[in-house]
Structure formats: structure tokens, C-alpha cells
């Protein structure tokens, strides 16, 4: 099955990976189009699988999502036929990608440079929690250690409180974002001819230190601490805060200097008290924010949420609503967008391909299904085994399908 539409669509994308990072780097690459053969133990399968939520049908949601569009194959990758596999695999793809704990690979004989003598090539993307040098690489990593380690926790939450975990895998979901983004580089160094195959190394805490990014210029260069700061913006150089409002909704509101400022005073409290010697420029804003802060919050909390929005909006200020997942569903500009998408039959929706592209878009082809090696006897033909050799790699237990 050779998938026709999409970017990268003359793409073969190998999945080693597991629950998080990696699915997700081979799922953002499946949607613009890459044919991604997903690889799990035969009588196991991903641990992705069992940990969520379950829908109608009795599939978890998660792996719906972060199998999509991909073909399943359960293959044991350490016994020597199994090996052979996964040797004709590589040969005919692009992009391997792995989240193992550095040196499983290579315990299992699978080193980048045997990898490489196979596919000279082929984009190694590698993820791990610390990375695949310095003191650390063996140790065990989770999200939440990454999400730990590169600043995010310790600026998450108010100033007299514990450190907070944002409510999603953040560390992991960037981390496949990352993860894709330094393929598609490392395949454009191939293209061009400045670079062949190569080995694309991620720590899961590397891609939320690079995308936070303010704080170690902050400290280094300013010489200021960024801590907990509660609902203010960073430093609380500019107005920003979470206000309920008198229908028991939530706003949120912010601004990027003085002048943006100053509308959100204008808005809330009228032209006099924005136009105040002391808010014509960000220090005055730092100097008064508990009394800016709390004349917002009460502006906010005389009307119901939209008609504030309305007023911060005539005023041509920031403000928005808190979502929660039901207004996700139910909001116009969303739905305008295609952002919500699914497949015929299936209850389940998923955020569709981001970002948009006009001429080649992504498209959601399908969800992640149930059967364990749904696709393996499909691959294996199209890298030459006959019936009777897949008869037998499914009797030694070296591949298996959906009927064992």
C-alpha cells in the first residue's frame, strides 16, 4: 500500500517508538503523508494502547490519535529472523525513530552505525529522557522529569505554592514536535547532498528549555530570577491575568507593552485612567500592577464573560475566553478552521493536521485500530516474503497478525 497524496508521501517512516514522544513524531509525519510502519512486540503491543480513556468500541482515544494513519506491524526485532526484517525494512525507508533507553539499540546488535551500513541514508531520530551523551544518558526519563528539568514546573503556579506539571504530556508531545522537525532537517541535508544519514539525538527536556527560551537570557543576561508568577505574565512586565466573570466563566487577558496596556486600562476603568502619567511606559505598569490586577478583576467580574470580551474588544485589548474541551467542539472559528476532524464511522474526533498548507494539506485517513499487527503479513509481501515464509515467521512467533 503505497499512500498517493501529501507532502511526504514518497516517505517511509520506521516506528520504534513508544506511548508518547516518538508515536507522536511519527504521527505528525503520517498526517502530510508519510507511509509510518509502526513496529510493536508481538503479544504486547504499545503501551499506548491501555492508557486512556477507552471509546464506544472499546479503543482508547490516545491510541487512536497517535496511531492514525499508520500500519501496524508486530514484529520481534531481536531474533535473528526478525532481524532480517527490519533489515529490509530499513533499506526501503527514509526515517527510523526510536524513544528506547539509550543503548537497547545497541545491546540488540542495532547500532546507528549497523543501521547505517543497511541504509547509509537513513535519518536515525533518537529520544530519550537525558539524551544520548553526558552523565545522565542511562538514566530512566519521563515527561514530567523533562518537564522538571527544563524550567517549566518551577515557573508554573504561584509564588506560595508547589511547583506545577502542566495538564498535558508537554515534555513528550514537544518532544515529538522536535522530533519531526529535526527529521525533515536532517532529510533536507541528505537532498542537497551536505550531509548523508544521520543521527537526529533529542533529551526529552531539550525541546521545552528551547521553547520557553526567555528564562536563561533572563537570568544570564538580566540577572533576574523567573519564578513562579502565578496568573502574571513573566516578571510581570505587562498586564495579564485569569478573572471569573459574573456568569462563573473564566477570562483570560493580556498585553505585550505599554501600549496594548493601556487599552486593557482604557477598557476596564476609561480613558483617564489609562492615560495616567505613570502607564506611558512598562515600568509604570510593574510599579502599579497590584492595583491594575485588581481593578480588572473587578471590571471582569461585573459582567458575564462575553459581554466583557465584547468591551475589551471594542477597545481593541486581549481578551478570550478559558476553554474547556466542549467549547473546543462547539466553537465557530474552530470548526471554520477544520481543526476537529474524524473518519466515517467512528465517533471519535482528534485534532486534525497542523499547521495548514494550501496546495498539498495534511488529511486524517484513518484512526489507530485495534488489531495488533493488523499489517504485517501486507509489508512483509511487499518486501518480498512469500506465503509460505510468513506462515512461518507467524508459527516461530517472529511476526504476528490480528488473528494471533
Same mark, same amino acid.
Given at each position: 500500500?503505497?499512500?498517493?497524496?501529501?507532502?511526504?508521501?514518497?516517505?517511509?517512516?520506521?516506528?520504534?517508538?513508544?506511548?508518547?514522544?516518538?508515536?507522536?513524531?511519527?504521527?505528525?509525519?503520517?498526517?502530510?503523508?508519510?507511509?509510518?510502519?509502526?513496529?510493536?512486540?508481538?503479544?504486547?503491543?504499545?503501551?499506548?494502547?491501555?492508557?486512556?480513556?477507552?471509546?464506544?468500541?472499546?479503543?482508547?482515544?490516545?491510541?487512536?490519535?497517535?496511531?492514525?494513519?499508520?500500519?501496524?506491524?508486530?514484529?520481534?526485532?531481536?531474533?535473528?529472523? *526478525?532481524?532480517?526484517?527490519?533489515?529490509?525494512?530499513?533499506?526501503?525507508?527514509?526515517?527510523?525513530?526510536?524513544?528506547?533507553?539509550?543503548?537497547?539499540?545497541?545491546?540488540?546488535?542495532?547500532?546507528?552505525?549497523?543501521?547505517?551500513?543497511?541504509?547509509?541514508?537513513?535519518?536515525?531520530?533518537?529520544?530519550?529522557?537525558?539524551?544520548?551523551?553526558?552523565?545522565?544518558?542511562?538514566?530512566?526519563?519521563?515527561?514530567?522529569?523533562?518537564?522538571?528539568?527544563?524550567?517549566?514546573?518551577?515557573?508554573? *503556579?504561584?509564588?506560595?505554592?508547589?511547583?506545577?506539571?502542566?495538564?498535558?504530556?508537554?515534555?513528550?508531545?514537544?518532544?515529538?514536535?522536535?522530533?519531526?522537525?529535526?527529521?525533515?532537517?536532517?532529510?533536507?541535508?541528505?537532498?542537497?547532498?551536505?550531509?548523508?544519514?544521520?543521527?537526529?539525538?533529542?533529551?526529552?527536556?531539550?525541546?521545552?528549555?528551547?521553547?520557553?527560551?526567555?528564562?536563561?537570557?533572563?537570568?544570564?543576561?538580566?540577572?533576574?530570577?523567573?519564578?513562579?508568577?502565578?496568573?502574571?505574565?513573566?516578571?510581570?512586565?505587562?498586564?495579564?491575568?485569569?478573572?471569573?466573570?459574573?456568569?462563573?466563566?473564566?477570562?483570560?487577558?493580556?498585553?505585550?507593552?505599554?501600549?496594548?496596556?493601556?487599552?486593557?486600562?482604557?477598557?476596564?476603568? *476609561?480613558?483617564?485612567?489609562?492615560?495616567?502619567?505613570?502607564?506611558?511606559?512598562?515600568?509604570?505598569? $510593574?510599579?502599579?500592577?497590584?492595583?491594575?490586577?485588581?481593578?480588572?478583576?473587578?471590571?471582569?467580574?461585573?459582567?458575564?464573560?462575553?459581554?466583557?470580551?465584547?468591551?475589551?474588544?471594542?477597545?481593541?485589548? $486581549?481578551?478570550?475566553?478559558?476553554?474547556?474541551?466542549?467549547?473546543?467542539?462547539?466553537?465557530?472559528?474552530?470548526?471554520?478552521?477544520?481543526?476537529?476532524?474524524?473518519?466515517?464511522?467512528?465517533?471519535?474526533?482528534?485534532?486534525?493536521?497542523?499547521?495548514?498548507?494550501?496546495?498539498?494539506?495534511?488529511?486524517?485517513?484513518?484512526?489507530?485500530?485495534?488489531?495488533?499487527?493488523?499489517?504485517?503479513?501486507?509489508?512483509?509481501?511487499?518486501?518480498?516474503?512469500?506465503?509460505?515464509?510468513?506462515?512461518?515467521?507467524?508459527?516461530?512467533?517472529?511476526?504476528?497478525?490480528?488473528?494471533?
Amino acid at each position: 500500500m503505497t499512500i498517493k497524496d501529501g507532502p511526504l508521501s514518497d516517505l517511509r517512516v520506521i516506528e520504534m517508538g513508544h506511548v508518547i514522544a516518538a508515536p507522536m513524531c511519527g504521527a505528525l509525519l503520517s498526517d502530510f503523508g508519510a507511509e509510518v510502519i509502526k513496529i510493536e512486540r508481538p503479544g504486547q503491543g504499545d503501551m499506548l494502547r491501555v492508557l486512556s480513556a477507552r471509546a464506544k468500541d472499546g479503543v482508547g482515544v490516545w491510541w487512536k490519535t497517535l496511531a492514525r494513519n499508520k500500519r501496524l506491524v508486530a514484529l520481534d526485532w531481536k531474533t535473528d529472523d *526478525g532481524r532480517e526484517v527490519l533489515r529490509r525494512l530499513v533499506e526501503n525507508a527514509q526515517v527510523l525513530i526510536e524513544n528506547f533507553r539509550p543503548g537497547v539499540l545497541e545491546r540488540a546488535g542495532l547500532a546507528p552505525e549497523v543501521l547505517h551500513e543497511w541504509n547509509p541514508d537513513l535519518v536515525i531520530v533518537r529520544i530519550s529522557g537525558y539524551g544520548q551523551t553526558g552523565p545522565r544518558s542511562s538514566w530512566p526519563g519521563f515527561g514530567r522529569a523533562g518537564e522538571a528539568m527544563s524550567g517549566l514546573a518551577n515557573m508554573t *503556579g504561584f509564588a506560595d505554592n508547589a511547583p506545577m506539571h502542566p495538564g498535558f504530556p508537554a515534555a513528550d508531545s514537544t518532544t515529538g514536535l522536535m522530533a519531526a522537525y529535526g527529521a525533515m532537517m536532517a532529510l533536507h541535508a541528505v537532498r542537497n547532498g551536505s550531509a548523508r544519514g544521520q543521527v537526529v539525538d533529542l533529551a526529552i527536556f531539550e525541546p521545552l528549555l528551547r521553547l520557553i527560551d526567555y528564562h536563561v537570557p533572563t537570568r544570564t543576561g538580566a540577572g533576574l530570577p523567573v519564578d513562579r508568577n502565578g496568573l502574571q505574565a513573566p516578571n510581570s512586565y505587562a498586564p495579564a491575568g485569569v478573572f471569573r466573570a459574573r456568569d462563573g466563566k473564566w477570562v483570560t487577558i493580556s498585553a505585550g507593552s505599554a501600549a496594548t496596556g493601556r487599552r486593557l486600562l482604557e477598557a476596564a476603568g *476609561g480613558k483617564e485612567w489609562a492615560e495616567q502619567p505613570q502607564f506611558q511606559n512598562l515600568d509604570g505598569f $510593574v510599579e502599579h500592577m497590584d492595583e491594575i490586577v485588581d481593578r480588572l478583576g473587578a471590571f471582569v467580574a461585573r459582567h458575564d464573560a462575553q459581554k466583557a470580551i465584547d468591551i475589551f474588544q471594542a477597545h481593541d485589548a $486581549v481578551a478570550a475566553m478559558v476553554y474547556d474541551v466542549d467549547d473546543i467542539l462547539a466553537d465557530p472559528q474552530i470548526a471554520a478552521r477544520g481543526d476537529i476532524v474524524g473518519v466515517e464511522g467512528d465517533d471519535t474526533k482528534v485534532v486534525g493536521p497542523i499547521p495548514k498548507l494550501d496546495k498539498t494539506p495534511g488529511r486524517l485517513r484513518w484512526l489507530g485500530r485495534s488489531e495488533l499487527g493488523v499489517d504485517s503479513r501486507a509489508v512483509l509481501e511487499e518486501l518480498g516474503y512469500d506465503a509460505g515464509q510468513i506462515d512461518t515467521l507467524t508459527q516461530n512467533g517472529t511476526i504476528a497478525g490480528p488473528d494471533r
